[in-house]
């Protein structure tokens, strides 16, 4: 598969939480953990599960960061 967005890191799925409409899929990304909200259909859809490898792919035209 073939996508435009540059920043794609690769993980191991450790938690697919489920609420009303909405899923909260955090995914492993060599001992940072990062967390994406996505459809609980793209869940399904995708068969995500707790152990998969995953890639969480980041696009946006601006990234903003805080720090302490």
Same mark, same amino acid.
């Given at each position: 598969?073939?996508? /435009?967005? +540059?920043n794609q890191?690769? !993980? +191991?799925i %450790?938690?697919?939480?489920? $609420? @009303?409409t909405?899923a909260?899929v +955090?995914? *492993?990304? $060599? !001992?940072?953990?990062?967390t994406a /909200?996505?459809?609980?259909? @793209? %869940?399904d *859809?995708?068969?995500l599960t %707790?152990g998969?490898e995953a890639?969480?792919?980041?696009?946006? /035209?601006?990234v903003?960061i805080?720090?302490?």
């Amino acid at each position: 598969m073939k996508i /435009s967005a +540059r920043n794609q890191l690769k !993980g +191991r799925i %450790v938690e697919v939480a489920k $609420g @009303a409409t909405t899923a909260h899929v +955090r995914i *492993d990304i $060599g !001992g940072t953990i990062v967390t994406a /909200s996505i459809t609980n259909a @793209a %869940v399904d *859809d995708l068969a995500l599960t %707790v152990g998969k490898e995953a890639y969480a792919v980041v696009k946006a /035209s601006d990234v903003m960061i805080a720090i302490d």
